[in-house]
């Protein structure tokens, strides 16, 4: 019903930038908040940054805040995640989601994309 397709991992070094990118298309109108998560291995999926599709309101989990920022193209159903001062710890697979309405926890939401690597080398 909503098909996510995020792109712009790789590598980079500590200190380093990256910005992902996230398409959303089909029944976009159900959505309400677009979000990004990172899984490491082992480790259980995390919310990294959420935002009403609006634009309204955003959220940012304490390790990110004041390095990551969460933006989006409205009329274009692009979502992005622009990483800065990224760490070694950032590592993981991240993913793009959509929820029907406001949520940080996985379960909150509906749609997901594949995933892209990040990682960070010191």
């Given amino acids: 019903q909503v098909q996510l ?3 712009g991992g790789g590598l980079v070094q500590a200190g380093g930038s990256l910005r992902l990118s996230c398409a959303a298309t089909g029944r976009t109108f159900s959505v309400y908040t677009m979000g990004w998560f ?3 291995p082992g480790k259980e999926r995390e919310f990294v940054a959420g ?4 634009g309204g309101i955003t959220s940012y ?8 920022t969460i933006s989006r193209e409205y009329s274009k159903n692009l979502v992005f ?10 590592t993981a697979v991240y993913y793009c989601a959509a929820a029907p309405k406001w949520g940080t926890y996985s379960r909150d939401y509906s749609y997901w994309g594949q995933g892209t690597q ?3 080398s010191s």
């Fill in 5 to 7: 397709v995020e792109s």
């Fill in 38 to 40: 990172r899984q490491a």
């Fill in 51 to 54: 935002m009403s599709w609006s």
């Fill in 61 to 68: 989990a304490d390790s990110v805040k004041g390095r990551f």
């Fill in 81 to 90: 995640l622009q990483m800065n001062s990224l760490r070694p710890e950032d």
């Fill in 118 to 120: 990040v990682t960070v």
